[in-house]
């Protein structure tokens, strides 16, 4: 015969139930893997031309996991489905400056994540420090990004940028790309640091 629970047992069990926290690194977690929710998240950058007029723009097509337990995971972009509001613009970056026939997506690659043992309780937030290796038109470049990771429910959590992460031409080894997509487009000056934002969400894969 199986035993019960008394109801004191029972209600303790319910109280503490949504407070427990699951490891970002060691221990045992019930929940180790979370996938991202594309439809719901976002990379955006503001591009600058001529010295005055901001672009904004956006990857629409992401995908990516993060392993809690690990401190590790992946983003992955499709050059091809950047978007800026200009359908012509769009095809020039990704084909001049982004040469998306050859390299259709960019990979972040996440080594580590520190400033946290444990994820927080829903509703929690923590700050965070993500490192890791981004494939962009076949070069590789290490990364390291301040983030805040909100525990949105047991098993969904929300990972934005603290504040824009600027990347540079030099840095990405695409002075040349830069400057046939300038020649193309036609513009007196194209500005080679842009600044890069995200919000990713992930829901726990059960």
Known sequence: MPRRLSLPILLA????LPHCSLPIGGGHSDVDNFQLVGSESRIWFVGIKNNAVAVPGVFLELAGMIDVTGHRGWIEVRIAALSTGDAERDQNIATHLFAAEDHPVARFAIKDTRGADA???PGGSV????????????????????????????GRVRVQTLSPVVLTKEQLQL????????AVCGHDALSGAVPIQFDLVFEADR
């Open 175 to 182: 002075e040349k790309a830069f400057q046939v997509l300038q």
């Open 13 to 16: 069990a319910l109280v503490l």
């Open 119 to 121: 994820l927080p309780p």
């Open 127 to 154: 700050e965070i420090e993500v490192t890791g290796l981004l494939t962009l038109s076949g070069v590789e470049t290490p990364l390291s990004v301040p983030a805040r990771l909100t525990r949105q429910t047991l």
